[in-house]
C-alpha cells in the first residue's frame, strides 16, 4: 500500500500567518494518464472530511485562494495563508492513483 | 443541492451484522461512484471500498474484503454497506461519500459501536 507521510504532526499558529504542511508518499502518484491524484481534505472537529485540493493544485468550488497546493512525483505541500479562526482542524493528504486509496496520518491546526 | 444522509448510530454485539444506510439526493445516483470509509476515533481514515452505482460494480480494499459489502438501491439513491462477524476493532464512525473527480460530498458519518 502507499504510505503517505505528513509533516508536522501538528502545527500550532497565530492568526493572520502562513501554516505550511509536507506530504511525502511511498511511490509516485503520477498516473499513467498523466494526472496526479493527491488530494487534501479538512477534518474539522466533529465534522466530516470537506474536500480542499484536488488534482496537487486545484481548488475544489467555494475554498479560498489562501489554501495552495503544490508538487509532483512524490513530494507535495499544502501552504495556507492568513490562517483564519475556522481553518482549525485535522489537514490529511490523500491519494486515488494507487489501490488501496489512501490517506496520510493527518496534521491538526491549532491556532495560537 | 448534493446530500447525503446516513443512517443513526449502532450499537451491536460481537458477532453480529449491522447494516448501514446513505441516502442521496440532489444528483443523479444512478450514474455515480461512492466510497466507504472507517474511522476509529482519534486515528487518521481508510477506504474501505468503492461501488458504481450504475451496475453495482464494486471495488474493495484487501484488509475490507470479507468484512464489508457495498450494495445500492437505484430506486431510493441509496448505498448500503454490509459490515459482518463484528468485533470490538470495528468500532468506529464510518462515513459515505460521492466520487467524481474526488470526494466532494460526505455524509454526515455514523458511529458503530461493538460491545456486548
Known amino acids: 500500500d502507499v504510505v503517505l507521510t505528513q509533516t508536522p504532526v501538528s502545527l500550532s499558529v497565530t492568526l493572520g500567518d502562513q501554516a505550511s504542511i509536507s506530504c511525502r508518499s511511498s511511490?509516485?502518484?503520477?498516473?499513467?494518464?498523466?494526472?496526479?491524484?493527491l488530494e487534501w481534505y479538512l477534518q474539522k472537529p466533529g465534522q466530516s472530511p470537506q474536500l480542499l485540493i484536488y488534482?496537487?493544485?486545484n481548488r475544489f468550488s467555494g475554498v479560498p485562494d489562501r489554501f495552495i497546493g503544490s508538487g509532483s512525483g512524490t513530494d507535495f505541500t499544502l501552504k495556507i495563508s492568513r490562517v483564519e479562526p475556522e481553518d482549525l482542524g485535522v489537514y490529511y493528504c490523500f491519494q486515488a492513483t494507487h489501490d488501496p486509496l489512501t490517506f496520510g496520518s493527518g496534521t491538526k491546526l491549532e491556532i495560537k | 443541492q448534493v446530500k447525503l444522509q446516513q443512517s443513526g448510530a449502532e450499537l451491536v454485539k460481537p458477532g453480529a451484522s449491522v447494516k448501514l444506510s446513505c441516502k442521496t439526493s440532489g444528483y443523479t445516483f444512478s450514474t455515480s461512484y461512492m466510497s466507504w470509509f472507517k474511522q476509529i476515533p482519534g486515528q487518521s481514515i481508510e477506504w474501505i471500498g468503492m461501488i458504481y452505482a450504475g451496475d453495482g460494480g464494486t471495488g474493495y480494499n484487501q484488509k475490507f474484503k470479507g468484512k464489508a459489502t457495498l450494495t445500492v438501491d437505484t430506486s431510493s439513491s441509496t448505498a448500503y454497506m454490509d459490515l459482518s462477524s463484528l468485533t470490538t476493532e470495528d468500532s468506529a464512525v464510518y462515513f459515505c461519500?460521492?466520487?467524481?473527480?474526488?470526494?466532494?460530498?460526505w455524509g454526515q458519518g455514523v458511529m458503530v459501536t461493538v460491545s456486548s
Open positions: 488534482e496537487v493544485s
Open positions: 461519500a460521492r466520487r467524481g473527480y474526488n470526494f466532494d460530498y
Open positions: 511511490q509516485s502518484l503520477e498516473y499513467s494518464d498523466g494526472y496526479t491524484y
